[in-house]
């Protein structure tokens, strides 16, 4: 009972710090804002939500939302499909492992832009947000894909031996938590980054739908308080990810004293 | 006092550049507890992983065991984290018996090293000593010929200690298995086995002793340690 | 009845013919905009998509990838399009120079740029080779200029807006929202005027042309020739309806607002010029940039094939 | 003697692996590169190296890498400063952790172009390169400060307190070196981090010498052999700094076992 | 024989619910090795750290170790993995003596416990057992007049632990310091120690038991736990 209270209170406290501090931050913003008037270096508050406001009543805005979101998704989906496979493979035979190490720092190491100029002209340019999705996050889900199966306790391995577990079993039981657990901890930032990347995937790529097609959209008629109205959602979809994050790891780790 | 003896043969084992076993030889005795003494790095671990084939014999290895079902009690636990103990009773019991057979197997022997009522907590949330049950009555749960034990009462504190070492008594004293029992610590030796097999310095190149229950002396013991 | 209804269908499936005519945001969607929106009928047959594109990534590679019949592109582009795939000619300009020199400064003219902090967009590509080019012509060494470069224009207008740079070469429309949110700016110079002057030259320099496949081009060269009269309508149209025009371009899918596309029609030097009445203009106008950077070409002036010659 | 040999074995077939599966790739693209014969879609190796010699001939090609990797180098220092600073008071006072939440939270979840454009706007254009390049690397920085910071074994720190040891011994036995052992192992990603978002800043930012305005030109002139051989630059570096990784590894963990 | 006793009193400490010591009180007596025997979970280690400061009592303690210097030969050894043993050393040394003096003190003890040869090199590279004779090392170099030890043998395998006890021995006899020793092995308590306090179950609130060297009986010992 006092344990938990002493917990609630420290969340509380942490809590009440965070919140204070996005109101000092937001305070601070509309007194520069104030100060520099001009809302093309810095909108106010109120400029900021009066573009937010017409953002949500325009048509199309939760599809816009909804397909970066969805692009998001399905480039996790796919890359995490493509890391099980090569992980899986890559664990199981070094040479696999050796070949596809060049592949993998040489994805690593494209910058940004020329990826999406290769997707744009190898691909069709809807799927342009895909590739790049799919580019950036593969080599991070395979990496952790194959350590997580690269550190997994040798014991537990030798003990399934011993008791001479079926194949089955020893995937289910041991190989596939193995990976989940390495993957709880990381999915989400991936997401996180896989939007990020996704959007400007959309920038360049300029499907019909996207907070991407949309920042550009508001870029090029020099609308600074709908960029940053379109940041403020962007942060709050960020927001829901690290909660979404928080919830993952204690339901995964529900075993852990 | 009749005994069946069970011999393994040709062990031999180097480690790059490092010999711990020779061309050495062990005599096992049927539903008997066979104890392995011997100082810390003498081979004693090895020489288990090599019965059980979690390690590789460098030569072709002579062994009567070969065929024989085997559980190991392992020095730590070994239980998987994420699944209750439960669980980690019934996966090793899951080739071996029907489904509806399962559950009465594992509550008897929970029940038997007393850690029945923490059936679905996960390993994490207890005691060292309670996970040590758990790992011996998923070795006793296994229908094995052979139960092979590697220091399993090392990292328990005294108290439950004793205890635990009763446990085991008890249940090995009602099903006959043959035990193969690793551990440096003489008294334990001497309170649980059946006969003491002293592994001298690596290389073990020379045969063992062998000292008939009747005999066993903690001095004596000592002293050829 | 069947056999005959199915006969007719395969008929008009065989006659239908699906055109893509791409086009780059800004100036040139308003040249196509009256076609697009009133989906005006070039000939019978024929089944055209208009697609805008928005950013320069898309726009080249779509034309790269030849999945454009027609497309209205800057006209360097045609050139690399022309030698990278020797399947794109010119067949006609519809819009010239639209850059402006505007400062908030009080100068007069390119020679005052002299020792002053002066911003352009995209260094080494065609809008920073044309104002060197005019520089060169007037005699103005340009290392007696700061020139300072940021990508493109989205990125330049911010910073004369907010008064970051005071001197600078916009193009319409961004120009006409510029001076709305910084009514200091001042024109000073247009580029194309410049380029008249000193070229002796009727129109200027050629900076929205439109292209066209050639392999399409030998197949149906009536539609082509028929749509590049519509396309010289359509942009007759906008320069004297300039609201509609605003709305239209806005319905069509282009991103800039329909009144800074109203405001910014006077300035924009849209017009439609046939092939053979500017030729020299493009060849003008390569040689110069050839001077300054092949790249800029495709590797090379592209020869006369280029230039799309009715028969 | 033996145990060294086989290690040299088996770092020799990786080794050797690795190489293979470069050359294989390499011919792999030559196959498909002649094969679709369209230097649009994919340039030949010859194209590309051709380009690639006449951007070494070329004065500035060196200035040009040098200012990315110096931009790159500098933003990471600027980085690992604001993050000790402000790493090691979260450390010290929780409040300001909290106070830090938000914003890490923020500027992680700002897409890149709108990084960019407030960077030139706000400040000067010459320096959008380096604030993009600090404001994507400091919070990776601060982070694994902080959390370098709160994963000192406890044990010791009770030990240097029951023998008195001084705060300046405490700080050059105890605390730099957990930190300095927790960057070792992501400095370089970081860095390699660095180097992609430097390159996008140069893209906007247009300075004088960078890759990335290179790149751009290339990209804009739609001149694909160019490209490829900005690309195999970077790769280069890439593959440079994953070497200097390897050694930064050996060179701060001596005494591990 | 001449005793002098320093008692801790008013010793109190609860784990959120659970009271571990309440208006506990020790005495222990100068330059001799009070032992502390006790099983697992009784509070010896919280114990210890109450005394060296490491925890803070609950309510304000009375103890007449207050302003002495303490060495800690701590259960795990507690060595900074990135320096050297001989840094390791030298750094408690540090504010204690010149720096001229401080080379040939660490030479001394890491003689004195045998790992002068591994002077330069790192933990990890080093044996538990090497690794607990330079804990002790620096027990001893750090000028104190209480030493404290929690269970210092626990994890070191039997071949060296006899060995690593005699040094001790060895050196407390030479050097009159107030030693704390803690353990949960009454051979280790008899063979070392000059008296023994047992701790009874939690919360510990009995004064202790007190043994007399000549009174030391495993039996009685072993009975009284
Ligand atoms: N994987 C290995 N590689 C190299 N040497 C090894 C390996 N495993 C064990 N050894 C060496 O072989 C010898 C025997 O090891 P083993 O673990 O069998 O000893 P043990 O008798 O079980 O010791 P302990 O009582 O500490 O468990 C030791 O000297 C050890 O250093
Ligand atoms: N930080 C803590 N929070 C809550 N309970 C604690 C904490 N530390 C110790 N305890 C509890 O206090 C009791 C005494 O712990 P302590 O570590 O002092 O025992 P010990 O005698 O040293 O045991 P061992 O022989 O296992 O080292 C134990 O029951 C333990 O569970
Ligand atoms: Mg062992
Ligand atoms: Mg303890």
Known sequence: MKAFTLLKNKLGKNIVEVVLSCTILLFLWECIALFINNEIYIPTLGQVFKSLNNLILETGFFINIFMTIKRTIVSILISLFIAMLIGVSGYISRVIRNFFRPINMIIQSVPMMILVVLALIWFDKDNAPYIVGVLVVFPILYENILGALSSIDKTLLEMSNVYKLDLKDKIIKIYLPSIKFRLATIIVSTMSLGLKVVIAGEVYGQPDYGIGSMIQLEKVNFNTPGIFAWLIIVIIISGALEILQKLILRRTFIWKR | MEEISLTIKNINKSYNEKVVFKDFEITLYKNKVNCILGKSGCGKSTLLNILSKIIKNDTELYSEIEDMQISYIFQEDRLIDWITIEDNINLVLKNNYKKSDRENICKKYLKEVGIYEYKEYYPQMLSGGTRQRANIARAFVYPSQIIIMDEPFKSIDISSKKQIMNIFKTIIQKEKRTVIFVTHDIEEAIYLSDNINILGETPTVSKLFFNDKSKFNKELIENSI | TNVEKVSTENKNTVVAKDVNIITSDGLPTIAISKLAKEKTIIKEGYNINYSIEKTPETLSTSIMKEEADIAIVPSNMAAIAYNKTSNYQIAGTVGCGSFYLVSTENINDFDELVGKDVWNTGKGLTPDLTVKSILKDKGISEESIDF???????????????????????????????????????????????????????????????????????????????????????????????????????????????????????????????????????????????????KSLGGKIPDEGIYFTEK
Chains 1, 4 share one sequence.
């Open chain 3, 148 to 294: 300072n470069y940021v990508n493109t224009t989205n990125e330049l207008v911010p910073l004369l807006a907010t008064g970051k740079a005071t001197t600078g070469f916009v193009p319409e429309p961004a120009l006409t929202t510029l001076i709305e949110k910084n009514p200091k700016i001042k024109i000073i110079k247009g580029l194309n005027d410049t380029w008249k002057e000193i070229n002796k030259s009727e129109n200027g320099y050629p900076q929205s042309t439109i292209i066209v496949k050639s392999s399409f081009v030998k197949e149906n060269e009536e539609f082509i020739n028929a749509f590049l009269g519509q396309v010289s309508n359509s942009i007759d149209w906008a320069n004297k309806n300039g609201e509609k025009a605003g709305e239209y371009a806005k319905e069509i899918g282009a991103s800039i607002q329909p009144d800074t596309i109203t405001k910014s029609l006077e300035r924009s030097n849209l017009k439609f010029i046939k092939i053979h009445n500017s030729q020299q203009d493009y060849k003008d106008y390569y040689s110069k940039l050839m001077n300054f950077d092949e």
